[in-house]
């Protein structure tokens, strides 16, 4: 059992909860091993990423990171390139709806984890930052492309360059959040959110999510392309034969994932 990071199945929702506010290499290794472990079960149909305490995840650990600093050996920010990045494309090719429960403080790779899922429910009053620039680096975990995608290059460039602290309340007014509730709500929201999508047709979910990865660099032509064979490919799924029908019967589909 980790120590770092927790896993609970129920419903075809896998809950992972970080269970320090930092990321640490451990932790790093202990998520990325866990959203591996969800990838390749079947049973999964849902996902919700959330953390533990007063905090959702505030980025890189600096304690840990400030030994690395002052220590030989491998520079420590080769973390990035090893650990960072694979986590973050690990967390991007999940197949299945990710919802993010962001319970409390929000900060740099930890929001570009956040941003990483498809929809996040946040704590009222939690604080967001890209903190980065604050601590003289620059971006890392896609943050600068997730804050691009969300809400423009202008916004993008002024929360990287001037990372002063946002509430959960500011984040939904610019999209960054879709629901904001009570904090001691955050957890039952989020697998609520996901157990609706997990009872959902999984299949039309997974093209969704193909097309939404590419839309914003993609041609018209290629988006089109891309719908065209996906459209084929889930058309002939049990999903789609068995929600036609019920709508033609006026009775609530039931899907199977198939």
Same mark, same amino acid.
Request: glycine residues 10%; charged residues 20%.
């Given at each position: 059992?980790?120590?770092?990071?927790?896993?609970?199945?129920?419903?075809?929702?896998?809950?992972?909860?970080?269970?320090?506010?930092?990321?640490?290499?451990?932790?790093?290794?202990?998520?990325?091993?866990?959203?591996?472990?969800?990838?390749?079960?079947?049973?999964?149909?849902?996902?919700?990423?959330?953390?533990?305490?007063?905090?959702?995840?505030?980025?890189?650990?600096?304690?840990?990171?400030?030994?690395?600093?002052?220590?030989?050996?491998?520079?420590?920010?080769?973390?990035?390139?090893?650990?960072?990045?694979?986590?973050?494309?690990?967390?991007?090719?999940?197949?299945?709806?990710?919802?993010?429960?962001?319970?409390?403080?929000?900060?740099?790779?930890?929001?570009?984890?956040?941003?990483?899922?498809?929809?996040?429910?946040?704590?009222?009053?939690?604080?967001?930052?890209?903190?980065?620039?604050?601590?003289? @680096? /620059?971006?890392? /975990?896609?943050?600068?492309?997730?804050?691009?995608?969300?809400?423009?290059?202008?916004?993008?460039?002024?929360?990287?360059?001037?990372?002063?602290?946002?509430?959960?309340?500011?984040?939904?007014?610019?999209?960054?959040?879709?629901?904001?509730?009570?904090?001691?709500?955050?957890?039952?929201?989020?697998?609520?959110?996901?157990?609706?999508?997990?009872?959902?047709?999984?299949?039309?979910?997974?093209?969704?999510?193909?097309? @939404?990865?590419?839309?914003?660099?993609?041609?018209?032509?290629?988006?089109?392309?891309?719908?065209?064979?996906?459209?084929?490919?889930?058309?002939?799924?049990?999903?789609?034969?068995?929600?036609?029908?019920?709508?033609?019967?006026?009775?609530?589909?039931?899907?199977?994932?198939?």
């Amino acid at each position: 059992m980790s120590d770092t990071v927790t896993r609970e199945d129920a419903g075809g929702v896998a809950t992972l909860s970080l269970l320090r506010p930092g990321l640490t290499s451990a932790a790093r290794r202990d998520l990325l091993a866990t959203v591996q472990e969800v990838a390749a079960d079947e049973s999964v149909r849902a996902v919700v990423l959330t953390g533990t305490g007063r905090a959702f995840c505030v980025g890189q650990d600096l304690g840990e990171h400030l030994q690395k600093l002052q220590g030989e050996g491998e520079p420590p920010l080769s973390v990035v390139e090893r650990e960072y990045n694979p986590l973050v494309l690990a967390l991007a090719a999940l197949r299945v709806p990710v919802v993010v429960g962001i319970n409390g403080a929000c900060a740099g790779a930890g929001l570009g984890l956040a941003l990483g899922g498809d929809l996040r429910v946040a704590a009222a009053g939690a604080k967001f930052t890209t903190a980065f620039t604050g601590i003289g @680096l /620059s971006s890392d /975990s896609a943050l600068a492309a997730r804050l691009v995608h969300s809400v423009g290059g202008s916004r993008a460039a002024q929360l990287l360059l001037m990372p002063e602290p946002f509430l959960a309340e500011t984040a939904a007014e610019w999209g960054l959040v879709h629901r904001v509730v009570a904090p001691e709500e955050v957890l039952a929201e989020a697998q609520a959110l996901a157990t609706r999508l997990a009872a959902g047709p999984t299949a039309a979910y997974r093209a969704v999510k193909t097309v @939404l990865a590419t839309a914003a660099t993609d041609s018209l032509e290629q988006t089109l392309a891309l719908e065209a064979r996906l459209q084929a490919e889930v058309g002939r799924t049990a999903d789609h034969h068995e929600a036609v029908e019920a709508f033609l019967a006026k009775r609530a589909p039931r899907f199977t994932g198939r």
